[in-house]
């Protein structure tokens, strides 16, 4: 590629809309445009980029045996709804954007595609004979983030490789859980990329195990806590229940912040919008520990349709910030849908579904097991109570719940962990922080989707079982952000080779100079056809310029055919250290092979 041909400009100033480094240098150098909010176009550079990671992505995920498929980012609204996923996703603050056709039928821009493999999977996967399987796609999301920001970091439309594999058993997609563990290690050296994988949080998508790979950089959103000794590694949303060693603290206090017919239920309410007697029947308890860590545990039952719940739940949220709270252990009796609901949620939930046949589900794995089976003992007291109040007609208004059980003495600490704790494998060893951007994140599934939206297999003896799966993701915009992010310098980008745009610039510092021009044409078309990717800055701008220009593009090698000519050498510089080395014209190819 000639630059004086390609749709390309850098900019001197610091365009003011970028705030971490690798978003100014992509703006300034000529990779991204930014068209609307998290929206941008991947200019002719930044697409050889992605192409590059992508293909790096697409290589490991074959040798591990999964298939490329492509599936619809238009998305029926009844499959989520299926999945239970499409009111959690679409209404309130969900980033699934949605939209009606003019047959007037619900759809949705794919954030994810759990929904639509499930569907597939239900139709073409009959037997055991057939499983395992794992199909992936490197394709366009759209997810309507709150804060879009950061460039490709966060983007309402990104690239990801989403895979899904499908298994007989727990131990089958356990395997392919570390194949895929082991294919995103390989991926993100590949890329040149310094990372760390850590446990995560299954949040809204669900399932039992999941770790996230972190590119560990300072403008990273993300805090994960380690060991020095490499055996602990957590997102901190995680870490959040990491039950200390000895140390257990037992409440010393808890005091109703709220009781039925106080001012705080007139305010839910009309928040709410709903009926005081939904609310009425939500008590407030603050508990305090005497380290002076606070968890808010609200009493709810309610088996109620009329109650908004999202709105309910972002009100808890909002109190438990109010009464400075970190944890919110919510009791309910919820609709069918609530798991997935509450589950969306930023704090820490965990409720109690007795309507559903569970003790107790717990989609935020934050809450620690201990305390929530601490707190089952009050539950048993409070179904007790309950049974007969929570009848069609027979809300109990203005009853004072909190004189009718008492909380137990609660004597597991559940605080956040946080730097300098000491780790739980091994006490010797202190908890270190450091900020990540999470480039990838795996997780079991089990058969959370496959049992919503029916999908089964035969086995061998004949019975029908539901799939289990695993899904694995991998940010490939965010991913060659992240690796700008870690690697520059006052000048400019400094791409890994691996998925550098191009390995090599050519720099003619004088176009006028028919011996440069004439070398570096030459090298031009020997680099290529060696196989080596070469530009070619051929512009009639001043030498300084294109110096410039190259070390903020962050080309690794650049070969100015100059003053050295005259001794049939060119110079070759290195991006990353500066160093210059002065090679003869027929070493070039050799010296850059
Ligand atoms: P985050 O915590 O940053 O919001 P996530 O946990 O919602 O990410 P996943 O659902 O795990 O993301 O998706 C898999 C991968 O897709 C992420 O690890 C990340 O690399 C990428 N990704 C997610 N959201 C975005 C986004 N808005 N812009 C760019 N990449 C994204
Ligand atoms: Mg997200
Ligand atoms: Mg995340
Ligand atoms: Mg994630």
Redesign the pocket.
């Known amino acids: 590629m000639r630059l004086s041909q390609m749709l390309f400009m850098t900019l001197r100033e610091e365009p003011a809309e970028a705030e971490i480094p690798s978003h100014k240098l992509l703006l300034r150098a000529g990779y991204i445009r930014r068209i609307g909010s998290g929206i941008y176009a991947y200019l002719p550079l930044m697409w050889r980029v992605l192409k590059k990671v992508s293909q790096i992505v697409r290589e490991e995920m074959d040798a591990t045996g999964a298939q490329e498929c492509l599936l619809p980012q238009l998305q029926p609204a009844s499959l989520w709804q299926e999945s239970g996923r499409w009111d959690t996703y679409t209404k309130a603050e969900g980033i699934m954007f949605s939209l009606i056709d003019r047959q007037n039928r619900e759809m949705g821009l794919g954030p994810?595609h759990e929904e639509v493999i499930t569907a597939v999977a239900r139709e073409m996967i009959r037997s055991y004979r057939q499983l395992p399987l794992n199909l992936y796609q490197i394709q366009t999301k759209f997810?309507d983030?709150i804060r879009p920001r950061f460039g490709?970091?966060?983007?309402?439309e990104?690239i990801?490789k989403d895979a899904y594999s499908f298994h007989t058993d727990e131990e089958s997609l356990k395997q392919t859980y570390q194949d895929m563990d082991q294919a995103y290690r390989n991926i993100l050296r590949r890329c040149g990329l310094a990372f760390r994988p850590v446990e995560a949080d299954s949040?809204a998508?669900g399932g039992s195990g999941s770790q996230?790979f972190m590119v560990l950089a300072e403008a990273g959103?993300d805090e994960i806590l380690y060991t020095e000794d490499g055996q602990y590694a957590a997102n901190v949303e995680k870490a959040i229940s990491l039950p200390l060693e000895v140390e257990v603290s037992p409440f010393t206090d808890y005091k109703k912040v709220a009781t039925p017919g106080t001012e705080t239920i007139a305010l839910l309410s009309q928040h709410l919008k709903c009926s005081p007697t939904v609310i009425v029947k939500n008590v407030l308890y603050e508990a305090v520990y005497d380290n002076g860590m606070s968890v808010l545990v609200l009493i709810s039952i309610r088996g109620d349709q009329d109650v908004n719940e999202v709105k309910l739940q972002n009100e808890l949220v909002k109190l438990a910030a109010q009464y400075n709270a970190k944890t919110i252990l919510a009791l309910s009796v919820p609709d069918a849908n609530a798991q997935t609901k509450w589950a969306s949620q930023p704090l820490p939930l965990g409720y109690l579904a007795p309507d559903l046949g569970d003790s107790y589900i717990s989609p935020h794995k934050n809450v620690a097991p201990q305390f929530l089976r601490l707190v089952d003992q009050t539950v048993v007291e409070l179904k007790n109570f309950v049974t007969g109040a929570n009848e069609v007609g027979y809300h109990v208004v203005g009853a004072n719940w909190g004189e009718q059980f008492t909380l137990p003495r609660l004597i597991v600490d559940i605080r956040t962990a946080k730097q300098g704790d000491r780790a739980s494998h091994a006490p010797s060893q202190i908890l270190k922080s450091a900020r990540g951007i999470?480039?990838?994140?795996i997780f079991q599934l089990g058969s959370k989707y496959s049992q919503a939206m029916g999908a089964t297999y035969t086995s061998e003896q004949g019975e029908e079982i539901p799939l289990f799966m695993g899904c694995y993701?991998?940010?490939v915009?965010?991913?060659a952000q992240a690796a700008v992010e870690q690697s520059y310098d006052k000048d400019g980008i400094i791409w890994p080779v691996a998925i550098a745009p191009y390995q090599v610039i050519v720099i003619i510092p004088n176009t006028s100079a028919h011996n440069q021009v004439q070398a570096a044409e030459q090298l031009y078309q020997h680099l290529n056809q060696a196989g080596i990717e070469t530009i070619l800055d051929d512009r009639s701008e001043r030498a300084g310029v294109k110096f410039k220009d190259a070390d903020l593009i962050g080309i690794p090698y650049r070969i100015v055919t100059g003053r050295s000519l005259e001794q049939g050498k060119v110079e070759i510089v290195e991006r990353k250290t500066k160093k210059s080395t002065e090679v003869l014209l027929e070493k070039v190819v050799d010296t850059l092979k």
Do not use: Y
């Open positions: 994810t997810r983030e490709l970091m966060r983007g309402r990104f990801m949040g998508i996230e959103e999470e480039v990838g994140h993701g991998i940010g915009s965010r991913l």
